[in-house]
């Protein structure tokens, strides 16, 4: 799906254990010369490879964070030019894998037009990107965003980490934050951004009051 100019989205759906359906999304990100940012690859179909073959130039893939990383053997396989980037702890996980780049700000040579922006005091390593012609923020598992899922268990699971049937983050992100004051500096940080719309790997893209639904969701978890 297109959202504006500059970022795509491809989504799937994936059973984590049965009567348990997780939506997720792969986001790429064009650049102003039309090379594009693959983030997060998910089991693309045939059809979705078909559109960023002919429509995006990808020429880096980047694992976001240290959970999601699977698809990533596979994208490379049909995108053999293309430069991987994970971080130093995903690196060492995934060794199979051969990294062009660690996931850093200061390696991170498309900061003119996305910006790189870690999440601190986490364990999952996570970072989130900024678009900013766009004034788009990416992110993993930051904010889901879920409505009417399907499966029984989905609806059990959702409730327990307080993200059934609306954007919010989840009890199980807050359990990853072993530093607030860390995480504090990178909640200051994205409040500042112009942020129009919000692209997440679960769940239904927001475009409308972006910051604001952020804002309220980051306030539910007593993190602002």
Known sequence: MKIN?????FDAEIEMFKNFYLPVRSTVLRLNNGDSIMVS???FTEADWAQIKSNLQVKHI???CDLHHLFVKSAKK?????KLWATKELAHKRSDLTWDFELLPKNWTMS?????IP???GSTHEMMFYHKQAKTLV?????FNLHNRKGFLTWVIQQAFGTWNKPAISRWFKSTLKNKKEFKITEEKVLSLD??????AHGDVISENAKGVLTNALRERNLI
Do not use: N, S
């Open 5 to 9: 100019d500059w970022v795509y989205t």
């Open 41 to 43: 690859p998910i089991d």
């Open 62 to 64: 980047v694992a976001p």
């Open 78 to 82: 049909h995108l053999k030019d293309a």
């Open 112 to 116: 003119d037009e996305i910006e790189l």
């Open 119 to 121: 999440i601190l005091g």
């Open 139 to 143: 992110v993993t598992d930051l904010i």
């Open 195 to 200: 942020i129009e719309t919000i692209v997440m």
